[in-house]
């Protein structure tokens, strides 16, 4: 018990590139791993501590159950002792499926439906009036409540804007012994009724009784109404002499068209269920994606396993053949306008609103909302128990600062920090206690002014008496953390040692620790001497009003660095990514992306090119590597096919690839290794014992060039093939811009779903980098710093100093500060996010930026300028 006391320890980790590193964890607190990226903190976080954990339970299960369930190696490490079941929150955990939502990944959605199918009053589509059902009794107990003496009738509604000539069935209630019917407004009598004109619409009802209203007439009353409702379907209306008609139903039906509801529950209004989905898109809000259901091989306990797959069926966005990360332009339903709903739900209504006008409105919005509105009485418990659920979960979201976004918002749009941020907010409402949270920079695409919130939430995850593990980088994490790791001493092969451990206090004064010289302030990013003033010239966006931008003019002074800030929400991605790079992508290569709503745009002439730098992994397949991804290895392979050798024996390049018949070894078909299926318990790799997990047939790799086979080269460091291509101009200026942004650690032959999120994005960095600029470029990035240490951000800082040297216009989306005072110019949105965002709220150097009393950012830029 000692030990489980003490904490998690872990003895011996060598996952990835970890090397024997023993740490101990301490119970109840909040312990962050830092470290350069790639520096194996991943490797320690997730795939040692937490996947020992999930495997622990897992195997703790049937092994029928295991079955369903991914199957989890165990990871390299000696031991762990101390753990307690983990919980992951990370950023590749959002799901790509179309029909997740924010609201259905938070389970606000699923409470929503609730209070609607209990509290929500249904209202006839085409009269806009409630629809009701109630009981003869409750029939009675109305018509009562009408002053003694009135004389009234009651009618039976047999038609309404129904055409016809009606003879026939006048002369059947004639002859049940009913005297008049009331047509079109006009009494008439049975016996001496004629045809009505067959082409115009008629209104029929039927007089069951003419009543003076007395007590001594109940009986002869409740006789005539439920006459009338069997003759009607269910319906009667009660017409006093002057005209006045009150309309009843049995049903939940329009007491005057007959319009009438399905059984209202919460099936009704979910997306996801035939009851509720529109018919016309199946509940996914466009007719661009196609839904196939394909039966994945296997069955587990006889039952089949079946997976839906979506085909896209919309126009292509951008030319290049990218299969993954393609950005789907999805127009709305032509039905049901992109609510995904049948037109019954979105005729009931709380408050005068329908579910999906709810669903689209702002977090912060929604919750101001529900909490002006008052109840019935016989509402009142039901509402407001499922009211304060609704109201509990909103909090949370917008604590966690993502307040901006609506329920309606489809998972697949959102940042991997917002993902990472909403499941964290589900996970403060279960109320767990002793669990072991590990999570993946929580503060990710997050502003300054928000960091406090979220560290206050995580902050109360720890008091209830769990263990918090942060993947972090961000200096505020750092200093709030009780206990910090600092892994090293560089990156990839050249890390995962522990450098140094203790309090942040403790790492600042550890001469051993890089992260502590940053915290310390012995090392800091420096501020330029001098900001760019720019070649004169501006690229002009006016008038931009998609999402909450307020007609929004920007102005992006050319051949400088650009930051755009902002807190979460204000606008930033919609202004730059969906108008200003939309339209330029449009505009050099025709892309059918539409870009959202603008009036007009001036100084394209002004660039030649726009490239936008993004997150997205650069390739979901173990087959893709980085090397072929900035083009490296074509070059390489066109090299070995070019030696003499290869010449004598005909070898084509293709050849030397591993992911084609020919060169690369037919046993592992060019994977290394082989994947042993072994059912209940997790897959096992073995290295393929023909090629000896070289990839490749003994003919290839007898080709050889400065002694070393195509297997070897892919073996080599981006460090080591420097020196070793020294002589080939092409292949060095590539593995240059590689080293230059800091992945000289990397392999050639490494696959690319091993790099993090910050290593695709310097991967794509260096791609764009080793093309030969023309000075004449805008360069997009988005949020750059995600994933990036102290020390690489200032790498990464000094590379988009020299592009704009070169002449190019860097604009760049950030929330970092150490990127944002190094900026020649910084454009901020706010003031605040979703409907209170949208504005730009100043313009100029970071120094001037800093003096604007309204703007947030510069509260947070005084400090680091100074």
């Given amino acids: 018990m000692a030990q489980a006391e003490d904490g998690i320890i872990v003895k011996g980790a060598k996952e990835h590139n970890l090397k024997n590193v023993s740490v101990t964890i301490p119970r109840n607190k909040i312990t962050v791993f830092t470290g350069l990226s790639g520096s194996g903190k991943s490797s320690l976080a997730f795939d040692t501590v937490y996947a020992e954990g999930q495997r622990r339970y897992v195997e703790s299960l049937s092994a029928y159950a295991r079955n369903f369930l991914e199957q989890l190696k165990k990871p390299e490490v000696d031991s762990i002792t101390g753990l307690s079941p983990a919980i992951a929150i990370d950023q590749k955990s959002v799901s790509l499926n179309p029909r997740s939502t924010v609201g259905t990944v938070t389970e606000i959605y699923d409470y929503l439906r609730l209070l609607y199918a209990k509290v929500g009053v249904s209202e006839c589509p085409t009269h806009h009036i409630p629809v009701t059902s109630q009981t003869p009794q409750q029939i009675i107990d109305d018509v009562f409540k009408k002053s003694m003496g009135t004389k009234f009738y009651v009618l039976a509604p047999m038609a309404s804007g129904k055409k016809g000539e009606f003879l026939a069935e006048f002369q059947r209630w004639a002859k049940k012994g009913f005297v008049k019917a009331k047509v079109d407004g006009k009494m008439i009598e049975l016996d001496k009724a004629s045809k009505l004109a067959k082409t115009k619409t008629h209104d029929i009802d039927l007089v069951i009784d003419q009543l003076i209203l007395k007590d001594s007439l109940k009986l002869r009353l409740s006789e005539s109404i439920n006459t009338s409702l069997s003759m009607a379907n269910g319906r009667v209306i009660i017409e006093t002499l002057n005209g006045e008609r009150t309309a009843y139903s049995l049903h939940s039906a329009c007491p005057i ?129 499922i009211v304060k659920q609704i109201m509990a979960r909103l909090d949370y979201l917008v604590r966690v600062g993502t307040g901006y976004l609506s329920l309606s918002r489809p998972s697949r749009t959102l940042s991997g920090g917002e993902a990472q941020r909403i499941r964290l907010a589900t996970q403060v409402g279960s109320s767990l206690i002793g669990v072991l949270y590990v999570m993946d920079e929580p503060s990710i695409g997050l502003h300054p002014r928000d960091h406090h919130r979220l560290l206050g939430i995580i902050g109360e995850l720890k008091d209830r008496g769990n263990t918090i593990l942060l993947v972090e980088h961000d200096e505020d994490t750092i200093r709030f953390a009780d206990f910090v790791v600092d892994l090293g001493p560089r990156a990839g092969v050249l890390g995962g040692e522990k450098m140094a451990q203790g309090t942040p206090d403790e790492l600042a004064a550890n001469p051993n620790s890089l992260t502590g010289k940053y915290l310390s302030g012995e090392v800091r990013i420096p501020v330029p001497k001098e900001r760019r003033k720019g070649t004169g010239e501006f690229v002009k966006l006016i008038g931009a009003t998609g999402n909450n931008l307020q007609n929004v003019n920007l102005e992006i002074p050319l051949g400088t660095f650009t930051a755009v800030t ?31 709503p603008y009036k007009k745009i001036e100084g ?42 290869s010449k004598l024996r005909g070898y084509e390049p293709g050849r030397f690839s591993f992911n084609v018949k020919g060169g690369r070894c037919e046993t592992c078909l060019g994977h290394g290794q082989i ?8 897959d096992v790799f073995v290295t393929c014992d023909t090629c000896l997990g070289r990839r490749y047939n003994r003919e290839t790799l007898n080709i050889k060039y400065k002694n070393k086979s195509i297997a070897d080269v892919l073996e080599m460091s981006v460090e080591e093939a420097l020196e070793f291509f020294r002589n080939h101009q092409q292949i060095y200026r590539k593995l240059d811009t590689l080293h230059r942004v800091g992945l000289d650690y990397m392999t050639l032959g490494q696959s690319s779903t091993t790099l993090s999120g910050g290593e695709a994005q310097r991967v794509k960095l260096s791609k764009e980098l080793s093309r030969r600029g023309t000075g004449k470029t805008l360069y997009i990035l988005d949020e750059p710093t995600t994933g990036l240490h102290f020390d690489d951000v200032r790498k990464l800082v000094e590379l988009i100093q020299e592009l704009t040297d070169q002449g190019n216009t860097l604009l760049v989306i950030e929330h970092s500060m150490e990127v ?47």
């Fill in 675 to 682: 994947r042993v299926e072994m059912h209940f318990l997790s």
């Fill in 604 to 645: 394209l002439d002004k660039i030649d090119k726009v490239i936008d730098i993004n997150q997205r992994p650069i390739g979901r397949t173990p087959r893709s590597t980085p090397a072929t991804y900035v083009g490296l290895f074509p070059m390489i392979r066109d090299l070995f096919a070019n030696l003499p050798d």
């Fill in 257 to 385: 068209c007959g319009f009438s509801f399905p059984e209202v529950e919460p099936r009704l209004f979910s997306f996801n269920n035939p009851r509720g989905a529109c018919e016309t898109c199946h509940g996914l809000g466009t007719i661009d994606l196609e839904e196939e259901e394909q039966f994945s091989e296997g069955e587990v306990g006889g039952k089949k396993l079946e997976k839906v797959v979506y085909k896209y069926k919309g126009k292509k966005t951008s030319e290049e053949d990218d299969e993954d990360g393609e950005e789907m332009d999805l127009s709305a339903c032509p039905d049901c306008h992109g609510s995904r709903l049948k037109p019954e739900a979105l005729n009931i209504k709380v408050g005068e609103k329908t579910i999906s006008e709810l669903s689209d409105m702002g977090t912060v919005e929604l919750r101001e909302w529900l909490s002006k509105l008052s109840w019935k009485s016989k509402d009142q418990l039901v509402a407001e128990k």
């Fill in 566 to 596: 902002g807190v979460s929400g204000s606008g930033k991605s919609t202004l730059i990514i969906d108008t200003l790079y939309k339209i330029l992508a449009q505009h050099f290569y025709k892309a059918s992306a539409q870009p959202s």
């Fill in 820 to 866: 944002v005072k190094a900026a020649d110019h910084v454009i901020d949105l706010g003031p605040d996010g979703g409907k209170h965002g949208g504005q730009i709220v100043a313009t100029g150097t970071p120094e001037q930026v800093a003096k604007v009393a309204r703007s947030e950012t510069g509260k947070f830029l005084k400090p680091v300028l100074k």
